[in-house]
């Protein structure tokens, strides 16, 4: 119940292509849903992060779409760069929880 | 701000070796936390603290134990290194109110156990 699924394990995009990342959960008690990335040798820092009262959250080229029904929830990364390569982990938690539950993390890479 | 800072950044044990890895934050966060990441697992919580002096199980605790004497600092100790601990560790805050926080990362700790 716990359990978020993190797809696809790894994504190769080219320069300005779209990149998708997929997550589902199954515990309809949590209520946060972000984001982190990670750079090679470095820790995961907050990306992004959205509430279920909302289907979409955008900053810049970084989109959460938000689908409360089907439990699932997606990153899409508009104009793809270089500097985009990272690992991305979508996590989700719930008020009050003193813990957050992360996904298996996608490894990204853009392709000049 | 140095934010979350960890120590060592590497190291190399032989099986049976024992070690204490540092977590220092300088933000008063009242949470902290110690993660392992391994390929194709994400990030599994090994053991986190809510406050000083308390501490708590995560996901994979065994072989870990931790201690919070100070708010500001949170060790993981391994007493026996087995080479399935060979991972990189970070550890992480947050503010500690329980709504929906971000979690600050360190750097990460390589141990690679022979």
């Known amino acids: 119940q716990q359990q978020v699924k993190q797809s696809p394990q790894s994504l190769i995009v080219q320069k300005g292509g779209i990149s998708i990342i997929n997550c589902a959960y199954e515990?309809?008690?949590?209520?946060?849903f972000p984001w982190y990335q990670q750079f090679p040798g470095k820790g995961p820092a907050l990306l992004i992060a959205i509430r279920p009262d909302v289907s979409e959250k955008k900053e810049g080229r970084f989109t959460i779409s938000f689908n409360k029904s089907a439990k699932q929830f997606s990153l899409h990364i508009m104009d793809s760069q270089p500097g985009d390569s990272a690992t991305y982990f979508c996590?989700?938690?719930?008020?009050?929880?003193?813990?957050?539950?992360f996904g298996t993390g996608t490894k990204l890479q853009v392709i000049p | 701000n140095a934010g979350v800072t960890q120590t060592p950044k590497f190291r190399v044990l032989k099986t049976g070796q024992s070690m204490t890895l540092l977590c220092a934050q300088d933000m008063n966060h009242e949470y902290m936390y110690w993660y392992r990441q391994d390929p194709g697992m994400g990030l599994r919580l090994i053991h986190y603290s809510v406050g000083e002096g308390t501490t708590a199980k995560g996901e994979v605790p065994d072989g870990y134990n931790v201690s919070r004497l100070k708010k500001q600092n949170f060790l993981l100790g391994l007493e026996s290194a087995a080479p399935s601990q060979t991972s990189v560790y970070f550890c992480?805050?947050?503010?500690?109110?329980?709504?929906?926080?971000?979690?600050?990362f360190g750097p990460g700790t390589r141990l690679l156990v022979l």
């Open positions: 992480a805050s947050s503010l500690g109110t329980g709504r929906r926080e971000t979690q600050y």
């Open positions: 996590a989700a938690t719930r008020w009050g929880y003193q813990k957050v539950t």
């Open positions: 515990n309809t008690a949590f209520d946060y």
